[in-house]
């Protein structure tokens, strides 16, 4: 079970760049879930990656050894939830449709993965830990700086871009 959960059932698997394909996956199936009018299952689903997470990798690297093989990819299913979350909520709150407005996913996936490639400040120290707590910590820190980058270009454009072209 822990290697199904590690792997996102098999998600993981998937090449080249697994956790680029983790993080597609868990976009499409959050834009699925919020379309289906489910919005909350994505911060749901963030703590439940984020717990199962937790509970699956030790065990995972317990059994296949290695500091972070790339097969595990929940980790960046719950920090990509976590990035979603920053931009799906207020579009869910405020009753806008998500496909309207792309970018609301678009720029946290595009962002998420930034900051788990580039590993800046807080990501690469989580992942320099090199046990299970910094595979799961450097994508959830990843995801946090995702999101906040994702709000803050989001009031770039709605505060000052879009009122200055009228």
Request: negative net charge; hydrophobic residues 60%.
């Amino acid at each position: 079970m822990s290697g199904l959960v590690a792997t996102f059932f098999g998600a993981g698997h998937l090449r080249p760049a697994s956790g680029t394909w983790a993080s597609a996956i868990t976009v499409a199936l959050a834009v699925a879930a919020y379309q289906a009018g489910w919005a909350l299952a994505v911060p749901a689903g963030f703590v439940l990656a984020t717990l199962a997470g937790f509970w699956a990798v030790p065990r995972y690297l317990a059994r296949a050894g290695g500091e972070d093989p790339s097969e595990v990819v929940i980790d960046e299913v719950a920090g990509q939830l976590l990035a979603l979350c920053f931009t799906i909520i207020p579009l869910w709150r405020h009753g806008v449709d998500l496909l309207a407005a792309w970018p609301g996913w678009v720029a946290p996936f595009l962002l998420f993965r930034l900051f788990d490639i580039w590993k800046p400040w807080l990501v690469g120290r989580a992942d320099r830990r090199g046990d299970a707590t910094g595979v799961m910590l450097d994508d959830l820190w990843a995801g946090l700086f995702a999101g906040v980058a994702a709000m803050g270009l989001a009031g770039l454009y709605h505060g000052v871009v879009e009122p200055w072209l009228g």
